[in-house]
């Protein structure tokens, strides 16, 4: 069992930065790869990048590539989502996930979720 714990978001002007950080509970945390996820209102929970468990390879969409780098700690069991050159298209709410193995491409492929935590940018 692996419980992932958000926290970084807040409001933002466009073209700001924030660092999302999700920390991770358990002693299995570098057995995972870790997956961002983002969901506007209305819309799927999207992805939004992924890195592997050694943090050694990193995978992007195209919406945030060259703009979010994702990394991660596993001495302190967390990942990190630095967001710079923030658009409004960006807010949304923003989840960390564990996936199993080489995965974390895909929502379906996430074996936990934390909660989420709401990431506004204004124009």
């Known amino acids: 069992q692996v419980q992932l714990v958000e926290s970084g978001g807040g409001l933002v002007q466009a073209g700001g930065s924030l660092r999302l950080s999700c920390a991770a509970s358990?002693?299995?945390?570098?057995?995972?790869?870790m997956g961002w996820f983002r969901q506007a209102p209305g819309k799927e929970r999207d992805f939004v990048g992924r890195?592997?468990?050694?943090?050694?390879?990193?995978y992007y969409a195209d919406s945030v590539k060259g703009r979010f780098t994702i990394s991660r700690d596993n001495a302190k069991n967390t990942v990190y989502l630095k967001m710079n050159s923030l658009k409004p298209e960006d807010t949304a709410v923003y989840y960390c996930?564990?996936?199993?193995?080489?995965?974390?491409?895909?929502?379906?492929?996430?074996?936990?979720w934390g909660q989420g935590t709401q990431v506004t940018v204004s124009s």
């Open positions: 996930a564990a996936c199993s193995g080489y995965g974390c491409f895909g929502r379906n492929e996430a074996d936990y």
């Open positions: 358990g002693r299995t945390f570098s057995s995972y790869s």
């Open positions: 890195i592997s468990r050694s943090g050694g390879s990193t």
